[in-house]
């Protein structure tokens, strides 16, 4: 429940912060896109405009997260939620405890194949005009499957960097044959949000593999909690 709370929290942040930088970039005119989208004032062009939005505030709410663990001063202390965490955790049976977590993971990679789905989708029906700012006519399933590529082989490139240009792309040219490639300034910092949201995706799927680790490691810190923070009986 905690979990979700913040995740909700993170989202909301994004959000607003996708919006403000959007609304930014259409008054100063500084993306061909979105000004292509806006002069086209139809559902499929605001559709594309919602998901671009969506992921960008996906995005910035996972920055959002990471820099509140990087500087934690920079946050409300957590530590009571934290003893909340543990002690659920300790009243949970150890099967109640995976079912949950490896619910929460499940949920998280359908919520991404659904972004992606979404994002190739709304691509595909989105203004002519817009498409030529970015990497051109594609078909809903074909700009699905190669975002969802392009997005996987980019996470790859950046697991894997220290592999050098010419083994790194050995390696992303079995994912994906022919990467996306754009003349314009739009298509590449597109494409670059679609291989940090891969490689978000990489790292959900990671996490879900890892459950039973995560859920030891959980274990170990809640066996720590102080005696006086757990629950008292119920009378």
Do not use: C, H, W
Not at 199 to 210: E, N
């Amino acid at each position: 429940m905690l979990g979700l709370i913040n995740l909700v929290r993170r989202t909301v942040e994004g959000s607003i912060i996708s919006f403000v930088i959007i609304a930014v970039v259409a008054i100063f005119g500084l993306s061909e896109t979105i000004n292509a989208l806006l002069a086209d004032i139809s559902v499929a062009s605001m559709l594309f405009l919602f998901v671009i939005a969506v992921v960008l505030a996906d995005l910035i709410g996972r920055f959002i997260a990471i820099l509140s663990l990087t500087f934690p001063d920079l946050i409300p202390d957590l530590g009571e939620r934290d003893m909340k965490r543990a002690s659920l955790i300790q009243r949970l049976r150890p099967g109640q405890t995976m079912a949950l977590l490896s619910g929460a993971y499940a949920a998280r990679l359908v919520m991404f194949l659904v972004i992606f789905a979404l994002m190739g989708t709304s691509y595909a029906f989105a203004p002519q005009q817009a498409q030529q700012t970015l990497f051109g006519d594609l078909g809903a399933l074909e700009a699905i499957e190669t975002f969802l590529r392009e997005g996987i082989a980019g996470s790859v490139g950046y697991f894997l960097f220290f592999l050098g240009p010419r083994d790194l792309q050995t390696i992303t040219g079995a994912i994906i044959a022919e990467p996306l490639a754009s003349s314009t300034v739009n298509g590449d910092v597109f494409l670059v949000g679609i291989r940090l949201y891969g490689l978000a995706f990489a790292l959900s799927v990671l996490r879900t593999l890892a459950t039973p680790l995560i859920y030891l490691r959980a274990r170990r810190r809640a066996a720590n909690l102080p005696a006086s923070a757990e629950p008292s009986p119920a009378v």
